[in-house]
């Protein structure tokens, strides 16, 4: 596999239109309902491949196609796996350092979703809270700082700067989600600020995924299949566990800071160890669910 599978890097054209349809036919849900079929049937490479041959028999069609399933499956994991986790890690680390947003969120869950089950997709609906710590998530610690660059099509001016045709943009996606304008207090992690009076979210306040996910016709294709992810990964975690600094291998208390490190993709420095189950239950709750997706034991609870 060569860096060819990155549809990232390939130039505007009729390969990347290729790779990004087939992209969303498979991984994006939110973005067209039209393709939920095909997704169910086509969950996995293999189902994708079978299909593929079902359809095109053994033609250079069916290589043409098998390529592009292979390329967007590889990019889905390359590009997938350490943004999010890195969103994550912002998020429990924001925990431990904000232990009353945390309580807020498990009180709403405790509300919704109650003691006896996991929080599913369909709870969000009614946690306008969980759904503002995910927006802060996005913006407090930005998992890109600066985004891909990006080329401009046509001479534009800009605040009476002239940007000729071609010139590279590197967008300062950090500065624009720490811009105490539209973020008071833009260090602070603070889900409130996304709430309007009535306790739902605040369409007047910038919504930081319309930055942090990049912009234009290359903007994440995968923002939908990530703000799925880390939504219920913060419902569940908050439900089950209480989130706190942890101690480090000597037993003393870990020193929490908001400070990140990396380059393209950014992480937080430290991240929190101290998860422990909110009740017996919970701890029930996550055994049977890591059962039930038959992963192993991946825990002691
Ligand atoms: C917190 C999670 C994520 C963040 C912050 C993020 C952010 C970004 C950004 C800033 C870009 C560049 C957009 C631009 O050119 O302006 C990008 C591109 C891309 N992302 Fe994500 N991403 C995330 C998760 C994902 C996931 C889960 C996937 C796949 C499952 C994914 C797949 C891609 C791909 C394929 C591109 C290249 C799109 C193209 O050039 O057509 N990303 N992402």
Not at 63 to 73: F, L, P
Not at 115 to 129: A, F, G, H, I, Q
Not at 197 to 214: Q, Y
């Amino acid at each position: 596999m060569s860096w060819n599978y990155n549809f990232g890097v390939i130039p505007y054209g009729p390969w990347w239109r290729a790779h990004r349809r087939m992209f969303h036919q498979h991984f994006n849900q939110v973005a067209a309902d039209e393709f939920r079929p095909v997704q169910l049937q086509e969950a996995r490479l293999v189902d994708m491949s079978v299909n593929i041959r079902a359809k095109f028999g053994d033609s250079e069609e069916a290589r043409y196609q098998e390529e592009i399933a292979k390329n967007v499956t590889g990019i889905a994991y390359a590009a997938g796996a350490d943004t999010t986790t890195s969103a994550v890690e912002s998020f429990l680390l924001a925990m431990a350092l904000f232990p009353a947003v945390q309580k807020r969120a498990q009180a709403e869950l405790d509300r919704v979703v109650g003691p006896t089950r996991l929080p599913e997709y369909k709870d969000l609906d009614n946690m306008p809270y969980i759904r503002a710590v995910v927006l802060e998530s996005m913006r407090w610690m930005p998992v890109l700082s600066f985004g891909l660059p990006h080329a401009v099509i046509a001479d534009d001016m800009y605040e009476g700067y002239f940007i000729p045709k071609g010139a590279m943009i590197v967008a300062n996606q950090w500065a624009m989600l720490h811009n105490p304008e539209d973020y008071p207090q833009p260090e602070q992690f603070k889900p409130e600020r996304y709430l309007g009076p009535d306790g739902e979210i605040d369409a007047s306040v910038r919504d930081p995924t319309t930055i942090s996910f990049g912009f234009g016709r290359r903007i994440c294709v995968g923002r939908h299949f990530s703000n799925n992810t880390l939504s219920i990964c913060i419902a569940s975690t908050l439900h089950a566990f209480n989130i706190s600094a942890g101690v480090d291998v000597d037993g003393s208390p870990i020193e929490l800071s908001a400070e990140m490190k990396g380059a393209l993709v950014a992480n937080p420095r430290e991240v929190p160890t101290g998860l422990v189950p909110r009740s017996e239950t919970a701890a029930r709750l996550v055994r049977e669910a890591v059962t039930d997706l038959d992963v192993g034991p991946l825990m002691s609870l």
